[in-house]
């Protein structure tokens, strides 16, 4: 190991260091431990670097990731300069912080932790995701970007990336995830993820079951943010589909004397929730050229066709076929199993699954396993990976085979072996485990060259 990459490692121990959510157990995490004043603090003894560049705020249960690397692209077709700030990581700690679509360089993000040590003892409890976030908007700054994308971690009223005011808010899909934080029903989780409304900034709301719209709508009316809805104020439809990608109209409300023309778009995400996100970023761009960031429909549609967004209803192989994906929650994994069977409709299906504790499996397996011939049970070196004995039994009480191996590549290796040339493999549960079998799989395929 090179001198620089074992002062990376060391970089990554020290960020571990500090208490990070993302590796606690549910039972382990209160609402009380997120507090923004710790964030506030940092961001203010930095100079605030945050303030330096325009920004597009993403909250949501799934689909955050997908419409800020839509936008992103789109910016950067148009000649911005962008920054795009996602969590978690499939593969390397650095792809949380992106500059134009590239990682920020190890030995970027060395010199640059060294540098916030001392402000870093200076504020006690801060978080890992908090350092994070702090890097993130420090090399933004540094780096010159006109604009971020900057993807929400948890939730959103006391997420650490909320103590930016930014251009654009959206909020994406909502569904049941982390409710022992965010609430036990649709409303609450909403009225969580719209605490990053800010008044008087403009708000866009993907489709949402009717309980979770009426309450940002009651929020953004209160903070005087004016509101722009997928479905209603943005339409669209599907024109065509395949394994290469969709094609789909999106067109604005007509206003009166005024029938606007539909624009063409095509991204290369698979299933019909990524025409929903898609169609969410257009909009959110949309409502940017308004606010300071102007950006072409052209400029959209090329920035859409080369999206690059990995792990998400992804086929790294058509015949036989291999497909990944980070469903994580119920109703990710009823996306994933229409994606299926749109794409797929009668391939036999050997899954090899592994997910966190805290999650639905149960829902997940309720929506999954109608289509599953066969299960490989894993386990990811998450601390809050799930026991796979639980898994198991889950499985067979579908009366379907199933088996443990522990090891991620060596599951994957194993359901690859099952399904040979007759079935479809499907990795899901855990983007750790999405991250695990993607990393064998990159590995073979080099071995192989």
Sequence with gaps: ???????YQQTLAYLYSFVDFSLKHSVDLKPEQFDLGRMQALVEALGNPQARFLSIHVAG??????????????????????????????DDYTERIQVNGQMIDHAELVALVDELKPYIASIPRLTTFEITTALAFMYFARQGCDA????????????????ILPQVAVITSLSYDHMFLLGNTLAEIAGEKAGIIKPGVPVVLAPKPEEARQVVARVAGERGAPLTEVGADYQFALLDHSLTGQTFEVWARPEPGIVPAPVTLR??????????????????????????????????QAGFANVVWPGRFE????????????????????????????YFPAAPVVMMFGASEDKD???????????????????????????????????????CPARIVLDVADGFEEALRLAGDRALVLVTGSIFVVAGARIAWEKNNRSCE
């Design 361 to 399: 499996v149960e829902g997940m397996f309720a929506e999954l396993m109608e289509r599953v011939e066969q299960v490989v049970i894993v386990k990811s070196f998450h601390p809050r990976a799930m026991q796979p004995e639980k898994l198991l039994a889950l499985a067979q009480s579908y009366n």
């Design 148 to 163: 971020a994308l900057i993807e929400v971690g948890l939730g959103g009223r006391l997420d650490a990336t909320n103590v």
């Design 315 to 342: 086929v790294l192989r058509q015949q036989p076929p291999v497909v990944l994906d980070c469903a994580h929650n119920r109703d990710s994994a009823l996306k994933l199993r229409q994606a299926l069977d749109d």
């Design 267 to 300: 991204i290369p995400l698979l299933g019909q929730h990524q025409v929903s996100n898609a169609v969410t970023a257009y909009a959110a761009l949309q409502v940017a050229c308004r606010q300071g960031l102007p950006v072409s429909d052209q400029a959209i």
């Design 1 to 7: 190991m090179s001198d620089l990459e074992t002062r």
């Design 61 to 90: 249960t799934k689909g955050k990731g997908s419409v800020s690397a839509l936008c992103a692209s789109a910016l950067q077709t148009q000649g911005y300069r962008v920054g795009l700030y996602t969590s978690p990581h499939l």
